[in-house]
């Protein structure tokens, strides 16, 4: 791979997904290549066996990269889960009598929220400043060349348990894979997604196999709040499995059929041949797996909310942008418009994607390829977001 050639990875609790990509002369980044297997070991948003995950993590490389250099080449991994926490925080310092507010200022004020607010339990994945404050003057991005006596920044910063990190981070190394940064895919996911949409408040809902990443924005395109919960569509997979009395993987397909569906038929007393391969007893009525389906995920959005709701009172979001593999069920974004009272649209890919790769499920891992192209992007100058703070994202990069 060139210079230029990105290797990114999502991993997922059902599936690890790696997108190679190449940054073009604008500074775009180009999907070339991707690589998808059955995650092992990972359940969640919980390593349970850090050998599988890792020897998953390597063939999902190996479907995308064919040659040593490809393999070996510096990955960005985008992870859900495993301890996230977003926590808001304040940094203050002094500015120099007769100075103009400057990019070093702005790198020392958000380390002062860091080091004002995070334990030495923790390591910090993303600083993201919400706001900043020049004395009384409050200003929604960096105030860069503002003067005055104090500059203040009210941050989001996303952290993970050194403990489950670090050693994750060393067996990953020792295996052969390099990491040049770990990334939420939260955030990642969000930017990619709203990217080029009008500026709003919204939220944005990654709702995967095993985790949902939630990301809510304010009226100035800027982070208020950020989670991870340990829910998704295995939950539904695993009712089925129970409701009728089959396998994972049959359970899955049965699910996947039924998204498929027409809710019409609701109430018509339909009935599905559900059968696969060694079963003849699988013809389930059509109102029996709406009943199943339905109630959990009333459930799961009725949790998503709850974790919310005191952020809806301080940000009035005006709709919700649901993606992820489990976005396909339409039923997920029928029940966030009921529940949220607010538009939530059928399931979203970020605008980005070639027509190729165009797909919810797609959405973190190209959120992870797109951070690592603006990362690799001069900072200054570009008016990207997520650029501007590459200095100070280097400067809280995970141990090794």
């Known amino acids: 791979m060139g210079k230029q050639d990105i290797l990114a990875i999502d991993l997922g609790c059902s599936l ?74 304040v940094g203050s310092i ?36 919400e706001c900043f404050r020049v004395d009384d003057e409050v200003f929604s991005a960096a105030p860069l060349g503002k003067s005055g006596q104090r500059l203040l920044a009210e941050v989001q910063i996303v952290t993970v348990p050194k403990t489950m990190l670090n050693s994750f981070v060393q067996a990953v190394e020792a295996s052969g894979i390099h990491i040049a940064r770990i990334v939420a895919n939260a955030v990642v996911a969000g930017a990619a997604l709203t990217a080029g ?21 304010n009226e100035y395109g800027k982070i208020h709040k950020m989670g991870s919960l340990p829910l998704g569509g295995d939950y539904i997979t695993s009712d089925i ?30 009935i599905l041949d559900c059968n696969d391969q060694g079963t003849t007893d699988k013809n389930i009525a059509y109102d029996f ?14 949790i998503i909310h709850a974790y919310l709701k005191p952020a809806l009172t301080e940000v009035a979001a005006e709709n919700t942008y649901i993606t992820g593999g489990s976005s396909l069920l339409s039923s997920f974004s029928e029940c966030v418009e009921r529940i ?16 190729e790769y165009f ?42």
């Open 359 to 400: 797909s919810p499920i797609n959405t973190a891992c190209y959120g992870v390829l797109d951070y690592a192209a603006a990362s690799q992007a001069p900072a200054e100058g570009t008016g990207n977001s997520i650029s501007l703070w590459t200095k100070v994202r280097r400067f809280f990069r995970p141990a090794r």
């Open 94 to 129: 002094a500015l120099t009598a007769g100075k103009v507010v400057s990019d070093r200022d702005v790198d020392r004020v958000c380390r002062a929220a860091v080091l004002a607010s995070v334990t030495e339990e923790l390591e910090v994945l993303h600083v993201l400043p």
């Open 241 to 270: 499995m129970q409701g009728v009395g089959i396998n994972y993987d049959h359970a899955e397909a049965i699910k996947r059929y039924f998204s498929k569906l027409d809710k019409k038929l609701h109430g018509s007393g339909v």
């Open 289 to 302: 797996l709406y009943n199943i389906i339905e109630s959990r995920v009333e459930e799961i959005v009725g």
């Open 340 to 355: 949220f009272e607010m538009p939530a649209g059928q399931a979203a890919a970020p605008q980005g994607l070639s027509p």
């Open 197 to 217: 949409l009008p500026v709003k408040p919204c939220i944005v809902l990654d709702i995967g196999a095993g985790n949902t990443d939630i990301i809510m924005y």
């Open 16 to 89: 690890i997904k790696a997108f190679s990509g190449s940054v073009d002369s604008n500074g775009k980044v180009v999907p070339t290549g991707i690589g998808v297997v059955p995650t092992d070991g990972f359940t969640k948003g919980v390593i349970t066996n850090q050998d599988s995950v890792i020897k998953s993590l390597k063939q999902a490389v190996d479907c995308v990269a064919s040659d040593t250099d490809s393999i070996n080449s510096e990955i960005y991994l985008g992870i859900s889960g495993m301890g996230l926490e977003a926590y808001k925080a």
